[in-house]
């Protein structure tokens, strides 16, 4: 009898051991792409909502847009690492771009704009 409950322990022990091996581990997830976030908001200092911010590789010709939320934020996730030309156009606003963004591996960089009023042209 301590035999046969010594077998099951160790077997039990075994495989806890195994089933520790094969999960895997949320923390050591990697990263894959990397993100763009900032603001839009006019020279008064009002965030910009619905403006249209586009990222576009250099190199590649990878793009991707996103639309401003009432508070003029925007992220745009999921950019394999690259230089990117970030632009942004809102109604009633002079088109900006921002050339020459590198991302690197797991980064999320920060870019604002400042647009002015297209009267002012």
Known sequence: MINKS???GSVLTVFAAVLMLAVPVAGNAQE???AVRGVVTNESGSPLANSTVTVLSDNSGFSRSATTS??????IRGLPIDRYTISVASSGYASQESPGLRVNLGQTANVNFVLTSSDYL
Request: neutral net charge; hydrophobic residues 25%.
């Open 32 to 34: 894959t792409s990397s």
């Open 6 to 8: 010594r077998f099951i």
């Open 70 to 75: 009432s508070s003029g934020e925007f992220t």
